[in-house]
């Protein structure tokens, strides 16, 4: 393929097809091959869609090389420094940071959303009391479609917005619950006079039988990692709900699909699979035997939280999460978190290490964030929950600008088919 400035030429079998190349406000451009099937009757092939942009977006941006990740232009680390999670909501939903008033307006519709239809709460009882937190936000999540009829004409934008809001609003309410629910302890219903941050830690550790105030520096870590988790891009779940959606689906089921797709350890589950990791390595000197098991070929055991599809630089996300820890911990009184020793001894041997440095694999968000939140109270099967909770604007975000794009078509990749050719249907006697 000769690539020209505005158009690419393909050629194939003697034919040359102009191709259209589309160049954003930054990043690379794109080679629209959208008519190529029409056209040279052929199909691209990029499993894991590794050089495929599936859509145009003004949302969120992120350069891997140089480890950049913005919101609506404005860098994760300034809104993880000044900002609050609501506010990254209303910047990732809007496309700006809100004034006062629009603030004011945003923050008391999401409080007034927080509580769950009361029948909802009858639902957890169906799940086994050893079910994992994110089994129940998937079948909860999902079943908010049957409570808010009122809010899923998506073709409608006020019912759109009703349903963001609820969202939002309401996944707090719900991770809270699956975890109340996993641990045998009675729901805890919103408060609305606390902060998004503090009412969910209210939520989650709060006992009727005790006086429960949040810890504020704990609080705003807590809303620092939302922050750092709101969105990135087409990610396999975002992609996932965009598919979802793309057949004009319900919009709670979409995000349940986006909840199942996270799940996986590939993905969100990986702050959990770090954890897990790093209390089986226990001491600093047992590293290099699992840096070796990493770098063999032989063995599947791969770093639980390093690498990335797309940062091939730290992961900026990562650094902020760094600090996040030190802060928790510093107010907790955990000066010598074993685990924390052993995640800055394995980050210094893997970043020294050839196979890590030829293969660009820096730690990623992962490697802190389980760290944090256990030493936040909260048990690792609630990591990637707290995740899905985080996601859920970036999902909606993405969901809303998908319905709202006028050249929005249904969802179909295509395929390179290796079965067998058509063949006859043989009666069971004739069978060998
Ligand atoms: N440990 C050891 N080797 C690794 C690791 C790792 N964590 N990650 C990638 N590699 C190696 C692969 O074996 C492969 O080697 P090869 O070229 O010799 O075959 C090479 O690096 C490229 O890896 P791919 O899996 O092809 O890269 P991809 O972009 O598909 O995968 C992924 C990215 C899934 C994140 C991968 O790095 C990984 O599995 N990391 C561990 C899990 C993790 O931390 N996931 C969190 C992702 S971030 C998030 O979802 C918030």
């Not at 070929?297 to 055991?301: E, G, H, R, V």
């Not at 909260?378 to 099967?381: H, I, K, L």
């Given at each position: 393929m000769d690539v020209k400035v505005d158009t690419a030429q393909f050629k194939l079998d003697g034919a040359t097809y102009e191709l259209n190349v589309r160049h954003g406000t930054i990043g690379p451009s794109v080679?629209?091959?959208?008519g190529l099937y029409r056209d040279a009757k052929i199909f691209t092939y990029d499993p894991g869609y590794t050089a495929t942009a599936s859509c145009e977006s003004k949302i969120t941006y992120i350069d891997g090389d140089e480890g950049v990740l913005l919101y609506r232009g404005y860098p994760i680390e300034q809104l993880a420094e000044h900002g609050s999670f609501l506010e990254t909501c209303y910047v990732l939903l809007y496309g700006d940071l809100p004034n006062n008033a629009q603030r004011k307006e945003f923050e008391s519709a999401i409080t007034y959303h927080t509580m769950l239809h009361e029948q909802m709460s009858r639902f957890f009882s169906g799940f086994r009391r050893d079910a994992h937190p994110m089994a129940v936000m998937v079948g909860v999540v999902g079943a908010l479609s049957a409570f808010y009829h009122d809010s899923t004409d998506i073709n409608d934008p006020q019912q759109r917005e009703i349903a963001s809001r609820r969202m939002i609003a309401k996944l707090p309410t719900i991770a809270a619950m699956a975890y109340k629910y996993h641990i045998g302890q009675p729901f805890v219903y919103p408060r609305n006079d606390l902060d998004y941050a503090s009412n969910f830690l209210h939520m989650c550790f709060a006992v009727p039988c005790e006086e429960y105030k949040a810890n504020p520096v704990l609080a705003r870590a807590m809303d620092r990692i939302f922050i750092l988790h709101a969105d990135h891009e087409q990610n396999a779940s975002t992609s996932t709900v965009r598919l979802a959606g793309s057949s004009g689906a319900n919009p709670f089921a979409c995000i349940a699909a986006g909840i199942a797709c996270l799940w996986g350890p590939a993905h969100g589950g990986a702050n959990e699979a770090a954890l897990t990791m790093l209390e089986e390595i226990g001491t600093p000197d047992r590293i290099p035997e699992f840096v070796e098991r990493a770098k063999d070929?032989?063995?599947?055991?791969r770093l639980m939280g390093f690498g990335h599809r797309v940062y091939k630089n730290y992961d900026p996300r990562a650094k902020i999460m760094q600090k996040a820890a030190h802060e928790v911990l510093g107010e907790l009184g955990i000066n010598d978190d074993p685990l924390l020793d052993v995640a800055r001894e394995l980050e210094k041997v893997a970043l020294n290490d050839e196979y890590f440095i030829e293969k660009r694999l820096y730690p990623n968000i992962d490697f802190y964030s389980g760290i944090t939140l256990r030493a936040l109270g909260?048990?690792?099967?609630m990591f990637t929950v707290l995740f899905a909770l985080a996601r859920t604007v970036g999902w909606i975000a993405q969901w809303k600008e998908m319905i709202e794009d006028p050249s929005q078509k249904i969802g179909r990749p295509r395929q390179l088919y290796t079965g067998p050719v058509a063949r006859e249907y043989l009666p069971s006697s004739k069978r060998i």
């Open positions: 080679v629209d091959i959208s070929k032989n063995d599947p055991f909260f048990p690792t099967s």
